[in-house]
């Protein structure tokens, strides 16, 4: 399949066709408020206010399924970002990346680039640690490893790379300005 083939929930509950997204270069996060990585929104807000004008798109599915982190509603997670980060990329209704409720997509995209893990030094392991025993829970339906992971599109739809949490960012931004 390919990604436009997949459509989504809009906060409103409307569904959204990742078809309206083709021709543009996509990154795709599933997020939450309350994590050690949620200070990212400002970092990715600023890519899109950089580049969206050159047909970028950041795509956010805010989810609840690591350690209770993005306990809100859909609109509370909304106000949240926008406020706190400025957000103003796309922000869908909350969705699972993991087990058998796993959104379809992130199951394909994790599932063409599957995790491979944190990266070395003590706090990258550490989280490995907390992840895995969160992550129990989904056995062999476990497609993301925590908050934050990123899958990077290009505008023909082909997955490109997959960033953890734990990725510097300015390495994320060099990849998507590489596409762009």
Same mark, same amino acid.
């Given at each position: ?25 996509? #990154?795709? !996060?599933?997020? %939450? /408020?309350?994590?050690? *990585? ?5 970092? $990715? ?59 379809? #997509?992130? !199951?394909?995209? %994790? /599932?063409?680039?599957? *995790? ?5 030094? $003590? ?58």
């Amino acid at each position: 399949m390919s990604i436009y083939d997949y459509s989504t929930i809009a906060r409103d509950g409307s569904e959204v066709s990742l078809r309206d997204y083709a021709g543009k270069v996509l #990154l795709v !996060v599933n997020t %939450a /408020t309350g994590c050690g *990585f949620t200070p990212q929104y400002e970092q $990715l807000e600023a890519m899109y206010a950089k580049y969206r004008d050159q047909s970028f798109e950041i795509l956010d599915f805010p989810c609840n399924q690591f350690a209770d982190q993005a306990p809100g509603t859909d609109d509370e997670i909304h106000e949240f970002c926008t406020l706190k980060f400025g957000t103003e990329f796309p922000q869908f209704a909350k969705i699972d990346v993991n087990g058998e409720t796993a959104h379809p #997509l992130f !199951v394909e995209l %994790a /599932t063409e680039k599957p *995790f491979e893990g944190f990266g070395g030094g $003590l706090k990258n392991k550490a989280l490995e640690t907390f992840a895995k025993q969160n992550n129990k829970k989904f056995g062999d339906a476990c497609y993301i490893g925590w908050n934050f992971t990123k899958f990077l599109i290009d505008r023909e739809g082909n997955l490109v790379a997959r960033f953890e949490p734990t990725v510097d960012m300015a390495d994320v931004e060099a990849a998507v300005a590489q596409l762009l």
